[in-house]
């Protein structure tokens, strides 16, 4: 495992089109709608944006190592009302409740990886299922009615912003730059690498594989619990449907910035950028009077469009 | 092997129809009410839908496809359906053959989009799946259709000889026919699995394997359809949020039934099975009194338990065939 080609592949500048792309969209926008701009839409921007891309970056891990976590919305929803649930009902202090819904978070990941790496059936098949099981345990419980009593400071803390920035972001923001030195510095996250490129190269050169499968699994339920309770804060109420529509995003962050369903490869950078662009379709249809329901086609087409030029730019190279 | 394989295979399909019997007798000890006229009718219905939907699933998986968009396929036609006999005016049998017919030609997208592009059938799938519930949703405005013609919403209440019969059970009786039939006895049944189970293989031996993927997601796009008109003719309205809950369905039935996803290999009778299953489940869960928020954990944890069965036969058997 030489270091070169894993911090080749990170730096590499897949993304610039995506930049450019970001950047035109953003000037279209403020030509078109000058409330585009205005201090209260950019703060709506960011707010999606913090969420969206830990959505996406939950899916980048499981992406990394060649696998898929169809359950990270489920296990998202599941953090959110139990440590709702913790804040309402037993008054329990907001640090401790935080710190037990990524726990449950973690835990999801955990029951993932477990069952895929001592079955080795396959991830689509597992976390489909879990994701029922997680569903499933959310609306036994809670009947599917939020909990609304949140504790004040909390819920001020998910809509406070200091001119545009939400406070959120900040919690986005590091988790960004953790998991960009955890593939780029770490030897764990070389390890997901590693699997994710070649289980069997990975397996000889001492990797132990099957440790790395579930650890990718308990970071993804981690970050998922995290984009949960983050919602939550700044919803204001720990709403059990949290997390049910993520699984399309979730895919649409990661392989609009360019990272590969086989694994072995991420990029933070396309990730986060694909967030923004995400984020900023969204607000310019609300900002444009669209129908909200164009949103879902949309995504839909941006999928196809950005694994279509990837396609073609491979092909391309490959004709060089 | 092969003798070892095909008890294995047989051993599973008996072994779901004791569980579902098993199942039965559960919930008609606990309720007096599972076992009732009205109960078998209904149960028989939704279970019907259910296996239509698992075969929507299933002819992808037997080729070694996925198909996630089998919901928003079921969603985009439901509401078509009931935008041609409602709003358009169109009589119930001409709307239902237009509906499967385009159900067939969205499936088709989805297969000339795999075969044009080569990306996994998975992210085609995803992406179209937000295209066609975003089409669905912008078209309608989310809007139920409620006012469906009286044969439509007749056919779906209707009761066969005077039994708890639907004519929904005979609709997925015939297509299980053809279905066992198309597998076993054509020549393209054939093809299917081979593509499935070595694309190379299948190409190097004079299959056309871009036609057969683009024939299997056409086939599993006309079946989705099909479960919508059937869906809709139980609900007697047509419900924009239908097909939201199909993807568990769709991969548990083909996998309690034995189909795997790795493609190769195809159990239609197990599928079938496996959505009785499912709908058995369904209604016993409602009968029992508890919520049926349940439903998903139970469906979840059944699937998780039937396929690590599955698996350990599977390492049971080659083990077998080592010694």
């Known amino acids: 495992m030489t270091k070169s080609p894993f911090y080749k592949r990170l730096i590499n500048v897949d993304w610039a089109g995506l930049l450019l792309l970001v950047i035109l969209s953003v000037i279209l926008m403020s030509v078109i709608s000058p409330a585009f701009l205005s201090t209260y839409n950019k703060y709506v921007v960011l707010r999606d944006v913090a969420v969206t891309l830990l959505v996406g970056l939950s899916q980048l891990v499981v992406l990394a190592i060649g696998q898929m976590n169809l359950s990270l919305g489920t296990i998202g929803g599941l953090s959110v009302v139990i440590s709702g649930g913790l804040m309402e009902a037993w008054n329990v202090p907001v640090p401790l409740a935080v710190l037990i819904g990524l726990l449950v978070g973690a835990l999801c990941g955990l029951l993932n990886g477990e069952i895929i790496v001592r079955t080795g059936i396959n991830s689509f098949i597992v976390t489909i299922a879990t994701s029922s099981v997680f569903l499933g345990i959310n609306y036994g419980m809670t009947q599917a009615v939020p909990f609304y009593n949140l504790t004040p400071g909390f819920k001020a803390f998910g809509q406070a912003r200091w001119d545009f920035f939400p406070y959120i972001a900040v919690v986005t923001i590091i988790v960004t730059i953790i998991m960009a030195i955890f593939f780029l510095r770490t030897i764990p996250g070389r390890q997901i690498l590693a699997v994710g490129g070649n289980v069997v190269a990975s397996e000889t050169s001492g990797v132990p594989v099957n440790r790395t499968i579930v650890m990718a699994h308990i970071i993804s339920g981690v970050i998922a619990a995290i984009a949960g309770i983050l919602l939550m804060a700044r919803l204001g109420q720990a709403q059990p449907t949290i997390g049910q529509n993520w699984l399309v995003p979730s895919f649409a962050a990661p392989i609009i910035g360019g990272v590969a369903l086989s694994g072995g490869s991420v990029s933070i950078m396309g990730t986060v950028l694909a967030a923004f662009l995400i984020a900023i379709i969204q607000d310019a249809l609300v900002l444009l009077n669209a129908d909200p329901y164009y949103v879902q086609f949309l995504l839909g087409i941006l999928i196809l469009a950005a694994v279509g030029v990837d396609r073609l730019t491979r092909q391309r190279r490959q004709f060089e | ?323």
């Open chain 2, 1 to 323: 092997m092969n003798i070892l394989s095909q008890i294995g295979r047989n051993w599973s399909r008996f072994g779901l129809l004791l569980i579902i019997v098993a199942f039965w007798m559960f919930f008609s000890l606990v309720s007096n009410a599972f076992l009732s006229e009205f109960n078998l009718f209904t149960m028989l219905r939704i279970s019907s839908v259910m296996v239509v939907i698992g075969y929507a699933q299933m002819v992808a998986l037997s080729a070694g496809e996925m198909n996630l968009a089998v919901g928003a396929i079921g969603g985009l036609m439901t509401m078509f359906l009931g935008g041609l006999m409602e709003a358009a005016g169109i009589p119930t049998i001409p709307a239902i053959l237009i509906c499967l017919v385009v159900a067939a030609l969205v499936g088709m997208a989805n297969g000339l989009l795999v075969v044009g592009t080569g990306i996994n059938s998975f992210v085609i799938t995803l992406a179209t799946s937000s295209v066609f519930t975003g089409i669905m949703y912008i078209t309608t405005k989310g809007e139920a259709f409620n006012l469906l013609p009286a044969d439509f919403v007749a056919f779906g209440k209707m009761r066969l000889f005077g039994l708890p019969i639907s004519p929904l059970i005979v609709v997925m009786l015939i297509t299980t026919i053809l279905l066992y039939f198309l597998y076993r006895n054509t020549a393209l049944g054939r093809e299917i699995l081979a593509v499935g189970a070595n694309r190379g293989a299948a190409r190097m031996s004079g299959v056309n394997s871009s036609r057969v993927l683009i024939i299997v997601h056409t086939l599993s796009g006309f079946l989705a359809g099909l479960a919508a008109v059937m869906m809709t003719a139980m609900l007697a309205s047509a419900v924009p949020a239908t097909g939201t809950d199909w993807m568990l369905p769709s991969f548990v039935a083909p996998a309690l039934g034995g189909t795997l996803t790795s493609g190769g290999n195809v159990a239609v009778i197990g599928t079938m099975l496996g959505g009785l299953l499912v709908g058995s489940l369904n209604s016993g869960i409602l009968m029992l009194d508890i919520s049926n928020f349940w439903l998903q954990f139970f469906m979840g944890v059944i699937l998780l338990l039937t396929i690590g069965l599955d698996r350990l036969r599977a390492i049971h058997a080659e083990r077998a065939i080592v010694q």
